[in-house]
Structures are given as structure tokens and as C-alpha cells.
């Protein structure tokens, strides 16, 4: 890139930066420090505020540069990222959000908790929460790594380090200082940009070929290599056995994970009222829902006119093509127009980096102060010290994500995400369900269904192609692969809902009835709720 391009969009980022900064420091004047104020913002956003702070904190570098990377290389094969990303949202709509906002007070843990032994079940949920906000957080700092390399020229080592380093800071702060009343704006103002630059860039894409979809389609089916089978479904996921299976898994995945998410649970506890819950779910998936179907566009559109080969020379996974389609929609390298399109989409892809890391991040550590230091402290030391081990948790946390981050930095974001859903619908879906409807659920059912499904995940992972065995793996030097597929949601999904059948139905614990119906009638009334 020019240096015209690297002084413009780097004067966008360090705009957003300074507005996201000055956020925070204008919230954490105001913060009383409690733990309401700290995880839950004091409650008081609206359903429509709380609406957007979701679309902002779901739609990820994965939606904006990984989705769109994946369909202008796959085409129709791309899409099913986008369709269950979207599609997972009717579980959460009328399985979870109001169910979880009365139930719930800050975590996961807190709805489990409820009817179980405390302890064992705090433990388990909480080292579960922080498990699939790592994965997603290592997602996130791929993406800002490869923008970040594309921006500078530089493809280098050091220059994507610098770039996760920098975004593992700024996300530290933001947490620490803010807490969840500054997390709240941040994800809602970076909302508005991504929607707006999506906007912006789905309306040049339609105009450069008239309004007309079938020639848009036509168009970078003949420009991918592969004629009209870039239309069709088998070219990514088609193959042999093993690619069918491993989309069946990823579809698990993606419709079931967004349910057992730990930072888009705790956006439920911002609202005062379950209603507010459902109808900020209503907002969310209005927004998320329009955002998907322009990266249909978009993606086809990147094909299309910049090609897959050109997004594969710039970035192997993807990740870069949004960026280099709006560089040619402006006018192309060199032009101002161009310049000024790929320095805004820089910017907004960076500003949707920076708000989901800080949700991420919060969640995370609310899960390691709330439910594991909490929970091992006496229950009097846990207002104030909680909350600091909160802010303390978020550094530790976010130097295992720039570790990993930096591992895997040649990784297609949305890959990375869909192992993130798996690991959350295997560990924390099985648990929440069995809590929210099973009446003779037990605490080792709980605690089971979680390892159940996290262990096997975890370890289906560490054999699969994803880390060895294969050009794109983690280790391509080594082989230790015994797992073909690359998803292991299929397998590890089924086994956490066995996992809590079992420990349930071997358990000699008693089911509490009084505390189960206390429950349930809190989780459908809201009588007692936070």
C-alpha cells in the first residue's frame, strides 16, 4: 500500500481509538465500582441500545473479514457461515434470552448454579467460559494482525505482532477501566460503522454491474477458476466423506454455539426486565440479519472484481478481501478515491476488532472473578475484591489470546470462530439446557455435561487437521493427526448432552423439587429476578 493510504487510514484508527479511549475514561469517572456496575452496567440500557451493543459485540472480524473472504473464495460454500451464524439466533430467541436474563445474575455459572452445588458447578461452567472466549479472542487478533499487514506493505512477523500486541493493550484497557457501561458504547457506535460502511460498500458493488445480481454471480463464477460449480454447494465442503461431515459439523456448531456464547449471554443482564431481553434479541437479529445478507454481496463482489486470485496473493485464508474491494471500488491503487474507501474500511474493520475483543474480554474475566476466584474465596470477601480480580483477570487473559493469536495469525478468522461456537455448544449449551427444562437435572449431571463436552472438543481439536498434518495447520511440520475433520462439533456435541444424561442418571443426589420449581417459575415470571 502507498503511504498515502497508510497515513490516511492510520489517522481513522487512531481517531476511533482516541473516541473509544475517551469513552472510557468519561465511564470509569462515573463507575462506583460494584459488580453490578462492573459486569452489568447497572442495568440500564434500553432494548434497543442493548439491541445494537449485540449486533456490535456478534458481528466480528469474523463476519466482516472472514465470512466474505470464505464466499469470494468458495462462493456458495462461503455462505453457510453466514447462514448459521444468522440461524442460530432463533435458539437464543425463544430458548435462552429471557430465560437467562431472569435466572442469571452476571455468568453462565449463575444460571446453572441456581438449583446445583455451588462450588463444583462454578468451577466447571466458569473454566468453560473462559476456554470458548480465548478460541474467539484468538479469532479476533488474527483478523487485526492481517489488516494490519495488508495497511503497512508487510507481511512480516514483527509488524502482525506489533498489531496483536497493540490491540491486546487497548482491550485491556477498555475492560479494566470501563467495565461494561464503556464496553456497552464502544460496541454500539462501532455497530453503526460497520453497518454503515457495509451499506456503502454492498450499494458501489451493486452499481458497478447496474442492480444486476445474475451478472454480479456470473461474473466471479468465471473469474474463480471453477465455472459455475463456484455457484454450487461441494467446493469447499463436497470433496470426499470426511468435507460433507465436517459441514454437517460446522452447521452444529454455528446454530447451536451462539446460545452458549459467555459475552453475548452477559449482554441479557444489561436490560432491566426479561421483556427488555427479548425485545434487544429482536433488534439484534433485525441488524444482524441485514448485515448478512450484504456480505452475500460483498463476498461475490470481491470474486467478482478484485478475484480470487489477487485475495489469496494478499492474504492465503481471506481475510484481506473486503479491504482490496474497497480499494478497487474507490478507483483502484493510487487513486484518492480508492485511498479514502480502503482507509474507511480499514478503520471500520479495526473498530469492530477492538469492540468485540473488549466484550470478549469482560465476559471472560467476569467468569474467572465471578465464578472461580468468588467461589473459591469465603462468600463475604466477594464485592470489591471481585471486581478486582476482574480488571487483573482481563490482562492475564489477554496475554494468552496475543500468545495464540500470534501462533495461528495464518488462519481464516471465521474458521477460527466456527471452533469457538463448537466448543460452547459442546461445554455450556448441554448444561444451560438440562438447568433451564430438566427437573430431575443434579449437579454431576452439570459438571459432567460440561467436561463431557469440552474435554472431547479440546482434545478432537489438538488431532484434527487444524493443528497438524496439514499446509494450513498450526504445527505443518508435524503429524499428529488422528481426527480428520476440522470441525469437531459433530462428535464433541452429542457427547456433552450424553455426558449430563449420565452423570445425572448415575447420581445418587437427590433432585431438589423446591429449588427447581423456584426455578422455573423465576425463569418464566421474572418474580424474584435480579
Not at 455451588?118 to 487485526?144: C, D, H, K, N, W
Not at 509488524?159 to 477498555?174: K, S
Not at 481471506?318 to 474491494?325: R, S
Not at 487513486?335 to 480502503?342: E, K, P, Q, V
Request: with cysteine; hydrophobic share 55%.
Amino acid at each position: 500500500m502507498t503511504g498515502q493510504h497508510q497515513t490516511l487510514a492510520l489517522l481513522l484508527f487512531s481517531a476511533f481509538v482516541a473516541v473509544t479511549l475517551g469513552i472510557t475514561t468519561w465511564v470509569s469517572r462515573k463507575r462506583h465500582g460494584s459488580a453490578d456496575e462492573f459486569y452489568a452496567g447497572g442495568r440500564l440500557f434500553s432494548p434497543m441500545e442493548n439491541g445494537f451493543a449485540i449486533a456490535g459485540d456478534y458481528m466480528s472480524a469474523a463476519s466482516f473479514l472472514g465470512v466474505t473472504g470464505l464466499i469470494a473464495l468458495f462462493g456458495y460454500d462461503g455462505l453457510l457461515y453466514a447462514v448459521g451464524f444468522l440461524v442460530a439466533w432463533l435458539v437464543v430467541l425463544f430458548l435462552v434470552a429471557e430465560l437467562v436474563r431472569n435466572c442469571g445474575r452476571f455468568t453462565l455459572a449463575d444460571v446453572v448454579a441456581a438449583r446445583m452445588s455451588e462450588r463444583p458447578v462454578r468451577i466447571a461452567v466458569g473454566a468453560s467460559s473462559v476456554t470458548v472466549s480465548v478460541f474467539y479472542l484468538v479469532a479476533q487478533m488474527v483478523g487485526a494482525g492481517s489488516l494490519v499487514a495488508l495497511l503497512l506493505g508487510r507481511t512480516s512477523g514483527a509488524a502482525q505482532a506489533w498489531t496483536v500486541i497493540g490491540v491486546g493493550a487497548l482491550m485491556v484497557i477498555y475492560v479494566s477501566l470501563g467495565g461494561m457501561r464503556a464496553t456497552t458504547w464502544i460496541q454500539i457506535v462501532k455497530a453503526v460503522l460497520l453497518m454503515g460502511g457495509a451499506v456503502a460498500l454492498t450499494v458501489l458493488v451493486l452499481l458497478r454491474f447496474h442492480g444486476d445480481v445474475d451478472r454480479l454471480l456470473l461474473t466471479a463464477a468465471d473469474r474463480s477458476g471453477h465455472g459455475r460449480s463456484f455457484l454450487a454447494p461441494g467446493l469447499k465442503y463436497g470433496g470426499n466423506w470426511s468435507a460433507r461431515l465436517d459441514f454437517i459439523s460446522l452447521g452444529l456448531a454455528l446454530v447451536l454455539g451462539t446460545a452458549g456464547l459467555p459475552h453475548i449471554l452477559s449482554r441479557f443482564y444489561t436490560v432491566p426486565t426479561a421483556r427488555a431481553a427479548r425485545r434487544s434479541v429482536v433488534w439484534s437479529i433485525g441488524l444482524i440479519g441485514s448485515f448478512y445478507l450484504m456480505t452475500f454481496v460483498l463476498g461475490f463482489g470481491a470474486a467478482a472484481v478484485v478475484g480470487p486470485d489477487a485475495v489469496r496473493a494478499s492474504n492465503e485464508a481471506g481475510n484481506t478481501a473486503v479491504p482490496l474491494l474497497a480499494l478497487d471500488l474507490g478507483g483502484g491503487a493510487g487513486s484518492t478515491g480508492g485511498t479514502i474507501l480502503f482507509a474507511i474500511v480499514a478503520a471500520v474493520a479495526f473498530a469492530t476488532i477492538l469492540a468485540v475483543v473488549a466484550g470478549i474480554t469482560l465476559a471472560s474475566s467476569a467468569s474467572v472473578a465471578h465464578d472461580l476466584y468468588a467461589t473459591l474465596r469465603r462468600p463475604h470477601a466477594r464485592q470489591r475484591s471481585e471486581v478486582a480480580v476482574a480488571r487483573m483477570a482481563a490482562v492475564g487473559i489477554g496475554v494468552v489470546a496475543i500468545a495464540l493469536g500470534l501462533l495461528a495469525r495464518d488462519m481464516n478468522v471465521a474458521f477460527l470462530v466456527g471452533l469457538a461456537f463448537a466448543v460452547a455448544a459442546s461445554a455450556n449449551l448441554p448444561v444451560l439446557l438440562y438447568s433451564l427444562f430438566w427437573r430431575n437435572f443434579t449437579t454431576r449431571g452439570a459438571v459432567w455435561a460440561v467436561y463431557g463436552g469440552l474435554v472431547p472438543a479440546l482434545a478432537l481439536v489438538a488431532l484434527s487437521p487444524v493443528v497438524s498434518g496439514s499446509p494450513g495447520a498450526l504445527f505443518p511440520g508435524v503429524d499428529f493427526q488422528y481426527f480428520p475433520l476440522q470441525n469437531p462439533g459433530i462428535v464433541s456435541i452429542p457427547l456433552g448432552f450424553l455426558a449430563g444424561w449420565l452423570g445425572t442418571v448415575t447420581s445418587d443426589e437427590v433432585p431438589d423439587e423446591a429449588r427447581h420449581a423456584e426455578t422455573e417459575v423465576r425463569s418464566l415470571t421474572g418474580a424474584g429476578a435480579v
